[in-house]
């Protein structure tokens, strides 16, 4: 367990999970950006950690946005201090070498659901309301809710949510493609564990590559995104695991990977 308070985390067998726990409606203020990133850095420690898992405490809101309280006083230059630091914990949640699921049990709004868009999977509650209300508030989407937004729904679709701020249901969010999965109410953190154990019985390198090659490949043309994944495949030939995934399938038993 983690020795914060805001932030707190838990190995599970081969998987973390990481909660939020800043009631009532787990407001990212400085202090709970600060310590995310202090529990994010002991959690890319953990050398058993497959997958992980952000959930936060409570039933109303996942997340439901920045502090509001600290805007009236910004200027450019700390205007930009403070995104900065907002993108660098998102980012290395978004680089993390193994998969990062987020468990939305309520409003994601905001900082919330950019906080989000920086996980590999998105599995909301019925009750969810997904959005980001910048606009209303005369900003936008600072960490990096403009550009990740875009690139996962697609230009029309996030102009459409920025430009009128309006939140969305969890079934519009699929429809969307900005979630991948819509779980039943209370039901979120017990599907993302679900999947966390599924993925934890897959080679560790195999995964952590595969997230490499999807998240460059698509930065560059479909031709470099083939070159890298044929260069990361090879990497991945010269691994135990790779023997031991063979030497399991022609032995009909479930392979022990090691992450070697």
Not at 109 to 123: M, S
């Amino acid at each position: 367990m983690g020795d914060t308070q805001l932030v707190t985390y838990e190995i599970n067998s081969d998987f973390a999970s990481l909660t939020i726990n800043h009631s009532p409606l787990n407001v990212l203020t400085d202090e709970v950006i600060t310590q995310l990133d202090v529990v994010m850095e002991n959690i890319l420690r953990e050398p058993r950690c497959r997958a992980l898992i952000i959930r936060a405490a409570g039933e109303k809101a996942f997340v439901a946005g920045a502090d509001i309280r600290q805007f009236p006083s910004l200027t450019e230059t700390s205007g930009i201090e403070l995104v900065e630091k907002g993108k660098k914990v998102f980012d290395r949640i978004a680089h993390a070498p193994f998969p990062v699921i987020c468990a939305i049990n309520g409003l994601a709004l905001g900082a919330g659901l950019e906080l989000a868009l920086a996980c590999d999977i998105r599995i909301a509650e019925k009750r969810a309301k997904l959005g980001l209300p910048e606009t209303s508030l005369g900003i936008l989407p600072g960490y990096a809710g403009t550009q990740r937004l875009a690139r996962l729904v697609g230009p029309g679709k996030a102009k459409k949510m920025i430009f009128t701020g309006a939140a969305i249901s969890a079934v519009e969010a699929y429809a969307f493609g900005l979630i991948e999965e819509v779980a039943e109410d209370g039901e979120s953190y017990q599907a993302a564990r679900k999947l966390a154990e599924q993925i934890a019985t897959k080679g560790p390198i195999a995964i952590s590559k595969a997230k490499l090659a999807i998240d460059q490949g698509l930065e560059g043309t479909l031709e470099e995104g083939q070159k890298l994944e044929s260069r990361l495949f090879s990497r991945l030939c010269l691994t135990e695991d790779m023997q031991e995934g063979v030497k399991a399938f022609k032995e009909k038993r479930a392979p022990q990977f090691t992450g070697k």
